[in-house]
Each structure stands twice: as structure tokens, then as C-alpha cells.
């Protein structure tokens, strides 16, 4: 089955530089790959996703990339601030499922 | 309600006793999915429900773990004689099809087993 794996697992950034989340997957049948934030106490929410006939997708501050050829994705924050410090999760969907890498702890620092 | 509700929010059950956990999906999303966040840990992937097909039972850790689907809609997670180990969170999430659309997750039940 698919197995995704995420680097890495906690990043501490000063406010206003940029930070960079990287995961790899192993089954080329997967086309999505999605990005999650989880504040704490609740549930995950989709802050960006990115499917396999596209290489890089933007949404203001954020970024992600995709190399099909290297099963590897990445999330890229720029300008991070306070409000960005959360645990961030990456996926990828092999035949509709969703199987998510082991998570990364965002720190922000004013 | 507009989003995906589980119930309870907070279950405490004695070691060997069975549990129920409920999920609520949004209307018209026809794939749920269940997973099992331990303290700290990341979305280890329970089970997986899309439309009228088989589940994908694939992530279950025991066959002390079941989960139901009825009517396409409501979804039930029951864990038999529960363990120490099954304390954790767990999420259900859904999404309109089969793949590549946003899942929506639910708060979560804490499941504590003392």
C-alpha cells in the first residue's frame, strides 16, 4: 500500500522567513496530494492541495510542488507569522484513499 | 448542521468494554473515511467507505475494530474489548468522490481507556 513520508517532523522559524515541509510517497498510482492544518483541539483543515498534471499550484502565501518522477511533494509558507504555527500534514490518494504522513510541528516566533 | 459531527465527543470506558463512535458525514458525500490520531502522533488511516463499494478495511489494527456504514450516510466505529493502547483520538472525515476532493474532518472523539 501507499506509504508517505514527511520531513520534517518539527520546524521552528523566526516570523517572516519562510518554511518548507517536504514528503515523499511510494505508490505512483496516487494523483492528489492534499496539505492539512491542525490547530490544537481540532480536526484537520485543507489549506492547499495539488493534483498529478500539475507541478506547482500557489495560494498567496502558500506554495506546493510536485515531482511525479521522484514521488516527492512539497509545502512552501512564506512570510510565516504567529497564526501559521500549527501541525501540518501532507497525503497522498492512491484509488480514493487517503493516507497521510506523520505530521510536522510548525513554530512561529514573533 | 453544515459539517461532519461525531459523538460522542469525550468516551471513557473500563478496559474490556465495547465502544460505540459515531460519525455524522456531510450530506451528499459519498466517501468517509475513519482514522486514529494517538497523543501527538499523526492520521494513522482506519478504514475507508466510498459509495455502494467494499470498504477498504485495510488499516484496521485488530479484529476487535469494526466500522458499518448504513444507507451511505451514518458511519459506526466499534471497538471490542477495549485495550489501554486504543486511547487516542479518533477522526472521520468525508468528501464528495472517490478522489482528488477536499476531505472534511470532524472534531474528533477522545477515547480514553482506563
Known amino acids: 500500500g501507499e506509504n508517505v513520508e514527511q520531513h520534517p517532523s518539527t520546524l521552528s522559524v523566526q516570523e517572516g522567513d519562510s518554511a518548507v515541509i517536504k514528503c515523499t510517497y511510494s505508490?505512483?498510482?496516487?494523483?492528489?496530494f492534499p496539505w492539512y492544518k491542525q490547530e490544537l483541539g481540532k480536526g484537520p483543515q485543507l489549506i492547499i492541495d495539488?493534483?498529478?498534471?500539475?507541478g506547482e499550484k500557489k495560494d498567496q502565501r502558500i506554495a506546493v510542488t510536485l515531482n511525479k518522477t521522484a514521488k516527492h511533494f512539497s509545502l512552501h509558507i512564506t512570510e510565516t507569522q504567529p497564526e501559521d504555527s500549527a501541525v501540518y500534514f501532507c497525503a497522498a490518494a492512491p484509488q480514493g484513499n487517503l493516507i497521510f504522513g506523520k505530521g510536522t510541528k510548525l513554530s512561529v516566533k514573533p | 448542521g453544515a459539517g461532519v459531527s461525531q459523538s460522542p465527543s469525550n468516551k471513557v470506558t473500563e478496559k474490556g468494554k465495547d465502544v460505540e463512535l459515531r460519525c455524522d458525514p456531510i450530506?451528499?458525500?459519498?466517501?468517509l473515511y475513519w482514522y486514529r490520531q494517538s497523543l501527538g502522533q499523526g492520521l494513522e488511516f482506519l478504514i475507508y467507505f466510498q459509495g455502494n463499494s467494499a470498504p477498504d478495511k485495510s488499516g484496521l489494527p485488530s479484529d476487535r475494530f469494526s466500522a458499518e456504514r448504513t444507507g451511505g450516510s451514518v458511519s459506526t466505529l466499534t471497538i471490542q474489548r477495549t485495550q489501554q493502547e486504543d486511547s487516542a483520538v479518533y477522526l472521520c472525515?468525508?468528501?464528495?468522490?472517490?478522489?482528488?476532493?477536499?476531505?472534511?474532518f470532524g472534531q474528533g472523539t477522545r477515547l480514553t481507556v482506563v
Open positions: 450530506s451528499g458525500h459519498t466517501a
Open positions: 495539488i493534483r498529478s498534471n500539475v
Open positions: 472525515a468525508s468528501s464528495t468522490r472517490t478522489a482528488g476532493s477536499e476531505a472534511f
Open positions: 505508490d505512483s498510482a496516487s494523483n492528489y
